[in-house]
């Protein structure tokens, strides 16, 4: 090949590199129609319904939407001193203290059990997953009747006469207990998709080297469930985080007694819609989306330095 051939003739990795580059942006293209109802939809009703929030926190707008002047941070300022959000944010951080552990522990059990049960496994998954298929109106009002002092089965069944709505000592027990109920089946569910991911030859070599049960659950078990026992505590860490239904379903949409319940979200909802004060409760809520944000944040760090400490 002569010279003059040599730089006419196209370069053969510069062309394919051409056609690869050319393909994926037709391929974004094709698939960008695909996802353009989805992003039209989630600007509609997530983005600019957060941005519209982050405008109001600065305003003393009202539930009618008459009179909106701009007031800067007065509101963020009365948030931080408000003690009866504190309190409901203590009440919903406690909550989650009771319930995340709780619930991690029992969904674990239950996955065990339904992993290797070996009659009636389909019942007993059934029976397991159901509750978390029900309607939180459904859970709440079902458990507000067990815990009745008057008619209830629990008091009845354990021969006992607690007020557990009427208490401040026993109502946030009491809308633990429900959750629990409610929502393990999620939990569960996650967990027993990772035990039958887990492969057999593992089990079996650890029986020939001798290990027992308890062996096994705690040096292969475990281990391998890690990953996925992460995920449960930091999706229960959100959810219950934003506990709302069953707390205002079970104490007939009150605070609860002595307020011991009012969760940080009902607390939200009671300053907008009750007290009418749609810029202050817009600027608790963007408080409590930074609160959630860190935590997610601060999940994802803990996750990402596991990792590289494991590699």
């Known amino acids: 090949m002569t010279t003059a051939e040599t730089v006419l003739a196209p370069p053969r990795a510069k062309t394919a590199a051409d056609s690869a580059t050319l393909r994926r942006r037709r391929g974004f293209q094709h698939g960008g129609w695909f996802v353009a ?6 600007a509609l009703f997530v983005i600019w319904p957060l941005l519209r929030g982050v405008y109001l926190s600065f305003t003393d707008a009202n539930i009618t939407g008459d009179g909106e002047s701009f007031v800067g941070l007065d509101n963020y300022r009365e948030a931080l001193k408000d003690p009866l959000m504190w309190d409901a944010l203590g009440h919903s951080a406690y909550f989650t203290l009771l319930v995340v552990p709780c619930i991690t522990v029992l969904a674990f ?21 159901a509750p978390f298929l029900l309607p939180s109106t459904v859970a709440g009002n079902l458990w507000q009747w067990l815990f009745n002092p008057g008619t209830g089965m629990i008091n009845y069944v354990f021969g006992i006469d607690t007020p557990w709505l009427t208490d401040k ?4 027990l009491a809308i633990v207990i429900t959750t629990l109920w409610w929502t393990v089946g999620f939990s569960f569910l996650l967990y027993l998709a990772a035990l039958q991911s887990i ?36 999706l229960q860490i959100l959810a219950s985080l934003q506990v709302f239904d069953q707390a205002v379903v079970m104490l007939d949409f009150g605070p609860g007694p002595e307020n011991s319940t009012r969760t940080f979200v009902q607390y939200t909802l009671e300053e907008g819609f009750t007290s009418y004060r749609v810029g202050y409760a817009s600027a608790i809520s963007i408080i409590f989306f930074v609160i959630i944000a860190a935590v997610a944040l601060a999940r994802m760090w803990l996750l990402r330095n596991r990792e590289e400490a494991a590699r």
Not at 37 to 42: A, E, Y
Not at 111 to 117: E, P, V
Not at 227 to 232: A, E, K, Q
């Open 37 to 42: 109802p989805f992003l039209v939809l989630f």
């Open 109 to 129: 059990l239950l996955a065990m059990l339904a992993h290797h049960i070996e009659r009636g496994k389909w019942l007993w998954r059934l029976c397991f997953f």
């Open 169 to 172: 000592s026993y109502a946030m």
């Open 199 to 234: 492969p057999d030859h593992l089990y079996e070599a650890a029986k020939l080297d001798g290990a027992n049960a308890w062996h096994r659950m705690v040096h292969i078990t475990l281990p391998m469930l890690r990953n996925i026992t992460g995920l449960v505590i930091a």
